[in-house]
């Protein structure tokens, strides 16, 4: 079975455009997780996603979007780039309805963005 | 989420048992204890999870005590491909997908 694929890989972009960043999950898997992972905060929960719908959101700006569509790849925006929105950003996928089957969770290789 | 407390780092001799503490003492009685680990520059991987017997798979086995409040990650015969961060947690079953990652265990294996 294939894993969760995250693209683009990498990603340069400028202060204050905006960037879209791709995640397929495993197949028959319905919840996607997205999240940041910097030198300074770690890994960070951005929010996540299952049937189409966001079930949970993290502590991040309204800059900060995504959306989930009816095959489960789901998207994230970023608009308006800051400086300190470099870095890695992971998605993972997990076949669990809810609850505890959730956090059983697969991570994609993540997109590494740089806002210069 | 329970709070959970784990050494900084540890280090391993290459094919000695690798032992992986995590203190989750706030646990709940249903709360499930959760390991991953994330070898650099790549993502996180899903290791094992246990509630309250003891658990193991082709990667690992966890030990729980009886009164949940500790766990121990055992790695049975660590390999230089297991240097990596290790991670412990304990999510509440209410934050639907939300892992919450603490600063984990770096351990580094040793030849």
């Known amino acids: 079975k294939a894993g969760v694929t995250q693209t683009p890989r990498y990603l340069i972009k400028t202060r204050g455009q905006q960037v879209t960043l791709s995640c397929s999950p495993i197949s028959g898997h319905r919840s996607v997780s997205w999240y940041q992972q910097t030198p300074g905060q770690g890994l960070q929960f951005l929010f996540e996603?299952?049937?189409?719908?966001?079930?949970n959101k993290g502590n991040f700006p309204g800059r900060f979007s995504g959306r989930q569509f009816s095959n489960s790849r789901s998207e994230m925006n970023v608009s308006t780039l800051e400086l300190g929105d470099s870095a890695l950003y992971l998605c993972a996928s997990s076949g669990g309805t809810g609850g505890f089957l959730s956090y059983e969770q697969y991570f994609g290789p993540g997109t590494r963005l740089t806002v210069t | 989420d329970a709070k959970t407390t784990q050494p900084t780092s540890m280090d391993c001799a290459e094919g000695r048992a690798a032992n992986l503490p995590c203190n989750h003492s706030t646990i709940s009685g249903n709360e499930y204890v959760y390991w991953y680990r994330q070898i650099h520059s790549q993502g996180p991987q899903y290791i094992i999870h246990g509630l309250k017997n003891n658990e193991t798979n082709e990667m690992a086995s966890l030990i729980i005590t009886e009164d949940r409040k500790s766990s121990t990650l055992i790695l049975p015969h660590a390999t230089l491909r297991d240097t990596a961060v290790y991670y412990c947690i304990a999510p509440g079953g209410t934050s639907y997908g939300k892992l919450t990652f603490g600063q984990g265990t770096i351990l580094t294996v040793h030849p």
């Open positions: 996603y299952f049937s189409e719908t966001q079930r």
